[in-house]
């Protein structure tokens, strides 16, 4: 491995020198020392207390609870003599000069917050949630874009051992209310808009909307961006209405509260496409180690770094990218299209904000293709360090293109994770080689292997993603579940063959193939398999291969089981300006893919759709619309987590029109 943190890491643990293959196997063997290691590693005592609130003793250093049910999933309890708060491990970073955060537009406005200005917000800010009677376990929702004031408001709620929900301004606000409404928050904060596309898009309304459909509420904050609309008057009601500006401008300043290491820090929202919203929780410990571990030792964040991973406050990539503000880098807010007024806008800000780790999409990189870019011959991105990229699989060919056009020998992070841990599994690290189409590594303290349908390890095979052992920020519990039916029912209750496991496993529901190198590919999600003929394959994988074509901007595939075992492969393409399905694209469509998949997944169609539905964190929803084109009358899909719900319509009168 190269120098960086993870090998002054490794140094630290008497493995320096040490193959990645190695360390982590290692940190996968003893989970309670390497959890303590990073501990260490980055002076997390130094901001802690033990649970009594005196000084820690040597007792109180237990990584694990001793308990038999101590160490297992779900239930495992970390350091459970400690209390600590997460906005304490972000301020020991303000005595830095320079700025914490800068909060860009698209249209181009610019702020900057100072990391001594933060904590005095965040201090004034806490001061002004107590003063309206917000104390620990409360809930606070955000109904915001990304900006700065978002991340203040964030860190004030939590520092007061209060709970954190946020929703983007995207959602209208019944589908908002879905979601915080289950957690009867005491305050709202909310935008008066933001600019899209090149479109003010006023939110007063909606907002205000929105703070009526939350019982409980005793006050709601408004912000009012650079560019955004005005606020109104504040009407006479119940609910107090204030500014922002004069939220944070308060005398009474609050120091962040130690609470407990599994006390709540915030509850992120399944996708809720075919049900309620589930209420995922996470607690201040477990996602204090996981981030440090995360952006830190892997993608070896500090301070004097510029991190910035676009994304919006519904997705957990926000929670991340605040995350890496623990390791003292100053972190970079953008609220806009990442392709407007063209697909060249994220390069320009790397440029002008001196971005040393860029996290994207798959989606944004192969526009930027499309679009015919060279980032790296067009801007000066000699600042940049690392490319950071998620939401989907990332294509072989992205990583050649990546190379070629924005900058030779750039190393590639392709993360896959989820809402559920707020972090990653695997994906790439310092030193370690970077194969496209591959995520490098498992993550250190992640014992994450492919399992056969018996449970026997795979290597060099698509198999089941299974987590093995407990990892600090697994949810602590769901929202409103008392007994914890609903969170076992989501990860350890699948059925084996040949019975239960023996203890608990955590199943992802992604197909993953586990090289004999310790690397990993993504296949897809293993409840919308292609099983064709008995043969198996991944919807990502075709899309590897489909969305490469310049005609295509976006494939949809589908396996739809029929009557009497028939079964319907259809391939969904939105296509390029001036192009069409003709029998020369479907040709080559089937050419490539019998040629570089398997001759036995040709689509039986190709069909032109002006649109392919997503859910409003942009995941492509095959298993509801699988399940819409074979008929299926229980299908339940809740239109406020639909990006574009009039789609929907148009693949039912499909799956009508398809004759078995």
């Known amino acids: 491995m190269s120098t960086g943190q993870i090998e002054a890491f490794a140094e630290s643990v008497g493995l320096g020198g040490a193959e990645y293959g190695r360390l982590w196997q290692w940190s996968v063997d003893n989970p309670a020392t390497f959890w303590r290691a990073v501990w260490d590693f980055y002076g997390v005592s130094e901001r802690a207390a033990a649970a009594d609130g005196g000084p820690l003793g040597p007792d109180d250093h237990a990584v694990l609870a001793p308990a038999t049910s101590g160490a297992t999933m779900p239930g495992a309890r970390w350091f459970p003599a400690m209390r600590l708060n997460y906005v304490d491990q972000i301020l020991a970073h303000a005595d830095q000069p320079g700025t914490a955060i800068v909060g860009v537009t698209e249209d181009g406005e610019r702020a900057e917050l100072s990391w001594s200005r933060l904590a005095d917000q965040v201090a004034r800010l806490a001061g002004t949630l107590e003063e309206l009677g917000v104390g620990e376990g409360d809930v606070v929702a955000a109904y915001l874009p990304d900006i700065p004031e978002t991340v203040v408001a964030f860190l004030a709620t939590v520092s007061l051992g209060a709970i954190w929900s946020g929703c983007g301004q995207d959602y209208a606000p019944e589908g ?23 479109k003010l898009a006023d939110k007063n309304a909606d907002s205000a909307e929105l703070a009526g459909l939350l019982t409980d509420l005793v006050a709601h904050i408004v912000v009012v961006p650079a560019d955004g609309p005005p606020a109104p008057d504040a009407p006479d009601g119940p609910v107090r209405v204030c500014a922002f500006a004069d939220a944070v401008g308060g005398a009474h300043r609050v120091p962040p509260r130690p609470v407990p290491f599994d006390h709540p820090l915030w ?21 204090v180690l996981e981030h440090l571990k995360a952006a830190g030792l892997h993608a070896d964040l500090r301070r004097g770094d510029i991190f910035f991973w676009h994304t919006a406050l519904s997705w957990m990539m926000w929670n991340f990218q605040v995350g890496g503000l623990l390791t003292g880098a100053t972190i970079v807010t953008y609220s806009g299209s990442p ?11 790397v440029e002008s904000e001196h971005v040393t780790y860029l996290g994207t999409s798959p989606g944004q990189l192969r526009a930027s293709q499309k679009a015919g870019l060279s980032p790296g011959r067009d801007h000066d991105l000699s600042t940049l360090r690392t490319l950071g990229s998620t939401g989907s699989t990332l294509a072989a060919d992205l990583f050649g293109w990546v190379d070629a056009n924005v900058s030779a020998g750039l190393p590639i992070s392709s993360i896959s994770g989820g809402t559920d841990v707020v972090s990653a599994f695997a994906g790439g690290s310092v030193g370690v080689p970077v194969v496209a189409g591959e995520l490098s590594v498992r993550y250190l303290g992640v014992a994450l292997d492919s399992w056969a349908p018996d449970r026997t390890p795979l290597i060099g095979e698509v198999g089941e993603m299974v987590i093995t052992a407990p990892m600090p920020s697994m949810p602590i519990f769901f929202w409103d579940d008392p007994g914890g039916k609903r969170y076992r029912s989501a990860y350890f209750d699948h059925e084996w063959e040949g019975g239960a496991a023996s203890g608990p496993v955590w199943r992802h529901g992604d197909w993953v193939t586990v090289t004999d190198r310790g690397s990993l590919v993504i296949h897809g999600r293993s409840d919308a398999t292609l099983n064709r003929h008995g043969i198996r ?12 074509f310049d005609e295509i ?20 393409v939105t296509l390029a300006e001036g192009a069409v399905v003709d029998d020369d694209l479907r040709a080559r469509i089937a050419a490539e893919i019998r040629t570089r998949l398997s001759p036995r997944h040709v689509p039986d169609e190709v069909i032109e759709v002006p649109g392919i539905p997503h859910t409003r964190t942009g995941k492509k929803l095959e298993v509801p619309v699988t399940a819409i084109l074979a008929g299926r009358s229980e299908v339940n899909l809740d239109p406020r987590s639909v990006d574009d719900f ?15």
């Open 267 to 287: 509850v992120l929202f399944s996708s809720g496409t075919t049900g309620k919203p589930k209420g995922i929780v996470h607690g201040h410990g477990g996602v």
């Open 537 to 548: 394959m991944g919807s990502a994988d075709i899309y590897e291969v489909v969305e490469g």
């Open 553 to 572: 901007t976006e494939a949809f595939v589908l396996g739809v089981d029929g009557p009497d075992g028939a079964y319907w492969m259809p391939l969904f």
């Open 339 to 349: 392709l407007y007024p063209d697909a060249d806008r994220l390069w320009r800000l």
């Open 176 to 198: 908002a209310a879905a979601r915080l409404g289950q957690l009867r928050p005491r305050v709202l904060f909310s935008s008066t808009g933001y600019r899209f596309n090149g």
């Open 646 to 660: 009039s789609l929907i319509d148009l693949y039912a009168r499909l799956g009508r029109q398809h004759l078995w």
